[in-house]
């Protein structure tokens, strides 16, 4: 997935047909509020980068949305350097790479946090709405909850993986990037 790159522009289609419902979930909620806590920038501007967008795009993307709430100055002001930060351009300059799926889970996502696995951390209700949404109905729907039942959400995802795209996905999903880039291999084969 290093070679590939996105554009901002392109997010909400990519979200649609290719982001894990993690980063499906964080999309919607950054569109709604104008705003994600920290957790939720690190988790979905790290993926992000791991998807192939460039830091002026990740600024342009994050701004936008920023700005509807806090304005553009205090966007600058605040917020810019963390996403400079993930891209390695502040600080320690180390070039951050983004969660994988055992990192997520075992987050502890507070009141008012959007990031975290929502195999773990949705309740049962939530997590039927957001699969609906997705598409996923019937008896599909009932496995990747059962997984959820007995704690095994990266199996959860890999069935809602496999129910969306159609085609079986033998090694398992175990990074959000992964996700993305499989999905990828399968849509533009
Ligand atoms: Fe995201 Fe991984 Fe959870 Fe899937 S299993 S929703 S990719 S954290």
Not at 9 to 26: E, G, N, V, Y
Not at 146 to 160: E, F, I, P, S
């Amino acid at each position: 997935n290093d070679a590939t790159e996105i554009s901002s522009k392109d997010i909400d289609q990519l979200a649609r047909t290719s982001f894990p419902l993690c980063m499906r979930h964080m999309l919607e909620k950054l569109r709604e509020n104008h705003h994600l806590k920290h957790g939720g920038r690190m988790q979905f501007g790290l993926f992000l980068k791991g998807a192939g967008l460039k830091l002026e795009d990740a600024l342009t993307f994050w701004r936008s949305e920023f700005s509807q709430k806090v304005g553009s100055e205090r966007f600058d002001k605040e917020y810019a350097y963390t996403i400079r930060h993930n891209y390695g351009k502040e600080g320690k300059r180390t070039d951050y790479t983004s969660y994988s799926c055992q990192k997520i889970i075992s987050a502890t996502p507070g009141v008012g946090d959007h990031h975290g696995c929502p195999y773990r951390h949705f309740g049962e209700e939530n997590l039927r709405a957001a699969l609906n949404n997705m598409g996923v109905g019937g008896n599909a729907l009932e496995g990747i909850l059962d997984k959820v039942k007995n704690r095994h959400y990266q199996l959860a995802c890999t069935m809602t993986f496999e129910a969306t795209h159609g085609v079986s996905c033998d090694t398992g999903i175990n990074h959000p990037n992964q996700y993305f880039s499989e999905s990828q291999k399968v849509l533009q084969a």
